[in-house]
């Protein structure tokens, strides 16, 4: 296997059984130059060029040791979660770090709006997160703000699943957000997102939305739920109006069960807060 062009010293192009492919080791091309031949034995990861044009546009792009910031994140992630990523992962976490990188180097903070439901959702993806950024302020001394880690924990649990997409992640989220959103305008309080009870609300939430796309019912005995809309009638209504909105601003429909245990939900978040 001989090298066609040295991208860095962990990244270069080489062919492969007539094939051009991008091979990914710790240095793979250490002291290596165009025709010399690899050692196979430091090869990690071997891509297919024409499928992977971006990968090598972004190797070529940013500094060689933001790449291997994220080559060691994602290495600490497969090892953590036991599985491996989705090696789309390469190209989408190694552009995220080194942006972040840049942009906190020109002082520009983004905060994240979804922190909060991303800690609770991911909380293995987002213990990877907070590992990452301590690794790269111990690195290369740039300290990120933490809502960088709630980044990195999304692109980190998109690419565990296979043809994982960012934006659906993101869009997920986001929903999750505005149906947490409603019922706190709705009940006029603040929920704690510390407190077990936000937990267990928006890990049904994102369950309720997974069922609604599987187009799965969540069983509820009907006498259980007369007696919800009976003697929990404002909390009901709260569960009501998120699914109507739901309905009229994403087009999810959710039944009439579903609805009976977020009211359950709702009514617990109540007392806590009375």
Sequence with gaps: MKIKKVLNNNAVIVVDEGQEKIAIGAGVAYSKGKN???NITKIEKLFILKENEKLQRLLERIP??????????ISHAEKEL???????????????ISYAIDRHQQGIVVKNKLFDEIKVLYPKEFSI????????KDKIRVELPIDEAAFIALHIHTMKMRGGDLRT???QTSILKDMVDMIQDYLGIAINEHHLS???????LRFALVRSE????NTMDEELLIMIKKKFEDSFRCAKRVGEELSSVHGIHLPEEELGYIALHIERIKNINN
């Excluded at 036991?82 to 995220?96: F, P, Q, R, V």
């Excluded at 997160?129 to 790269?136: C, E, V």
């Excluded at 936000?198 to 049904?204: A, D, F, S």
């Design 82 to 96: 036991e599985g491996k990523l989705n090696d789309h992962i390469y190209l989408a976490l190694s552009d995220h």
């Design 214 to 217: 599987r187009r799965e019912r």
């Design 36 to 38: 010399d031949l690899v």
């Design 169 to 171: 992640t993101v869009r």
């Design 129 to 136: 997160g907070l590992w990452a950024i301590d690794y790269i």
């Design 198 to 204: 936000y937990e267990r609300l928006i890990t049904h």
């Design 64 to 73: 060689e040791e933001h790449f291997i910031l994220a080559e060691e994140i």
